[in-house]
């Protein structure tokens, strides 16, 4: 056990223990709820461009971080104390760690999906297809498809007297956050516009 903990807290795998040591206590914390396991902010631009992005930065590091610690551990052991050697174990260890967070990130990825979530206002410039008898001021729904190809039937209004039926065309071109609906135009009407 003395031998273990000599070359824990030798160069070059102190370094990694110091740093397994913060990894450890930071992930306490977010057990225990007094840390957000999601504040990453600017680390994960700069992982982005070193090729682990995708993946919330507190995890790319928590597993950078222990698979150098182990390799360094690993390389000390092997190699011995002498100075040459141990610069190499620690540029190894950190090449390890990076490579097999790499290989763990893709895996990983689906867990931590990155595109922003949906919003209603998402639909806002869509083409719809009225699915009421008409459309009014006060009342009317339509189907929309998003990005995805999913649809959705949602509440729709109109300003004006157009004439709307069901399987009329019509284009979103704003939300009212308030009563929860989309303004609607017939979508022949915002093609006249776009030809003037």
Known sequence: MGGFIDTALGFPAVLFTVLLAVVVCYWILVLAGGLDADADGWLDGALERIGLGGTPSSIVLSIVVAIAWFASLVGSVLLGD?????????????????????????????????????????FVGRECVIRTGRVAIDFGQAEVHAADGSSAIVQVRQTGADAFAAGTRAVIYDYDDAGEFFWVVPADLSDRSKDR
Do not use: K, M, N, Q
Not at 96 to 112: D, K, N, S, Y
């Open 82 to 122: 002498h100075p040459l050697l141990e610069i190499l174990t620690l540029l190894a260890s950190l090449g390890i760690g990076w490579a097999v967070a790499t290989l763990l990130r893709r895996p990983l990825e689906r867990f931590f999906p990155t595109a922003p979530e949906a919003s209603r206002h998402d």
